[in-house]
Nanobody
Framework: QVQLVESGGGLVQAGGSLRLSCAAS????????MGWFRQVPGEEREFVAA????????YYADSLKGRFTISRDNAKNILYLQMTSLKPEDTAVYYC??????????????????WGQGTQVTVSS
């Protein structure tokens, strides 16, 4: 089992930046892929970005490419999401997720088998 704990959310003005962190613990050696998703109450969970845990391949939602950057520190088992030029429509609960599966679709939530509790990001206009 992998446990995930997000941090770094908060309130920021439009145009500002935030960096989210996700600390992974437990059987991290089994992780192949990690990702970020976000969800607004009443709406479907939305893919944000993903990264191969021991490689260089990254995946982004087309609408967020260029503003959001995913990265990781393997030595510390921490996943990051750097968010810049934030907009009010980026307001959501952001979740990190981990997958042990080496195939599938990184952009789909069903790919992942461990999730964090989420961290709220609120962007004011």
């Amino acid at each position: 089992q992998v446990q995930l704990v997000e941090s770094g959310g908060g309130l920021v003005q439009a145009g500002g930046s935030l960096r989210l962190s996700c600390a992974a613990s437990g059987r991290t050696s089994s992780v192949y892929l990690m990702g970020w998703f976000r969800q607004v109450p009443g709406e479907e969970r939305e893919f944000v970005a993903a990264i191969i845990w021991s490689g260089d391949m990254t995946y982004y939602a087309d609408s967020l490419k260029g503003r959001f950057t995913i990265s990781r520190d393997n030595a510390k088992n921490i996943l990051y999401l750097q968010m810049t030029s934030l907009k009010p429509e980026d307001t959501a609960v952001y979740y990190c997720a981990a997958s042990r599966t080496g195939w599938g679709t990184p952009k789909k939530g069903t790919q992942y088998d461990a999730w964090g509790q989420g961290t709220q990001v609120t962007v004011s206009s």
